[in-house]
């Protein structure tokens, strides 16, 4: 079968963005392949995090995973740090890696930019990215426009060190989602959704209450043709809420368009606002109900073990095929 890795970083609340862009393609995607889903929390300390808030946001993120309906008796759910082969496997990573690789990733020169000092580890996370995706031989990994560089970088180090120490490491393809996988801003359809814009009506969390969800689609941007139409070159700002309301309805954009063909905005971010709480209220209900509980302890226990009998494997062939003293 088909196998699936991916995870979603612990470094802030979640908001819709990452729902689009990761929670609602990994229940979908349960049925259809063998399943890892990981709370990568090595690399949510690249940067400085509180402890307490790293535990919390580890927590978090496991219990939107079976919120949102991955259903742990189909998909391995486990937290990073609890399976010790993603970072020897790491370490191994960066010995074959090139530090010229390194320096070109997009994402650490823009996270470096104009900072006096950065962690080491902002720079080498590419590798621990590979060795997350390589450790469970995976055949498919979800990627959004931000992540296909990492993930031929993935690529390319699996097929270097096949070439040198035989054929041990799958080399993934890219999963690529239609609509949804980059939600933007509410506020600027050129940024990507975050929680850590200072508008906060640039941003739908996850918890967010239906009236508060409601006054942030309301005051979302559009522009001034009063058109529902689909369009990133020339209708930014609308394109991006019809790909909310496609990940949340589960109808295409051509159906969106067609509903509110002749509508104005006005009724068409109320409609999406409810589209998106209908969503949210039983997801909100669940993790209430899961965060603090055995039950979610139990999970990411049952998981960690599954995951490191897999990771270890692997680890164990490629250590034997470099010349490492294994027994």
């Keep these: 079968m088909k196998r699936i890795l991916s995870g979603i970083k612990p470094s802030g609340e979640l908001n819709i963005g990452g729902y689009g862009g990761a929670l609602h393609q990994f229940v979908s995607m349960q049925h259809d392949y063998e399943c890892f889903f990981f709370v990568p929390d090595l690399h949510a300390v690249t940067v400085a995090q509180d402890p307490k808030e790293l535990y919390q946001r580890s927590m978090d993120v496991a219990a939107y995973y079976i919120a949102a309906g991955i259903d742990p008796r189909k998909a391995t759910i486990f937290i990073q740090s609890q399976v010790p082969a993603h970072a020897e496997l790491g370490w191994i990573m960066e010995t074959q890696v090139y530090f010229g690789e390194l320096r070109r990733m ?71 989602q239609k609509s949804g996988s980059r ?31 409601r006054r942030k689609f309301s005051r979302a941007v559009t522009d001034s043709e009063m058109s529902v139409r689909y369009d990133w070159g020339t209708k930014p700002a609308v394109s991006n809420l019809i790909e909310i309301y496609s990940v949340f309805s589960g109808e295409t954009i051509e159906t969106v368009e067609k509903r509110f063909e002749g509508q104005g905005y006005g009724t068409f971010k109320n409609e999406l606002a409810e589209i998106v709480i209908e969503k949210l209220v039983p997801i909100q209900e669940r993790y209430k109900e899961i965060i603090a509980s055995q039950e979610l302890v139990d999970i990411l226990k049952d998981g960690a073990v599954k995951a490191a009998g897999i990771a270890n494997e692997t680890i164990k062939k490629l250590k034997n095929a470099m010349g490492f003293v294994t027994f």
Aim: aromatic share 4%; proline share 7%; no cysteine.
């Design 183 to 213: 939600i933007m801003g509410l506020d600027d359809p050129a940024i990507k959704m975050s929680k850590s814009n200072p508008n906060t009506n640039s941003y739908v969390l996850l918890n967010d209450t239906p009236d508060v969800i």
């Design 106 to 176: 997009t994402q650490f020169k823009e996270k470096s930019d104009g900072k006096d000092s950065v962690s080491s580890a902002l720079l080498t996370y590419p590798a621990l990215m590979a060795a997350d995706i390589l450790l469970y031989q995976a055949t498919h990994v979800p990627v959004g426009d931000d992540q296909k560089q990492h993930l031929e970088m993935t690529r390319d180090l699996a097929d270097r060190i096949n070439h040198k120490f035989g054929k041990i490491l799958t080399i993934p393809e890219p999963v690529i």
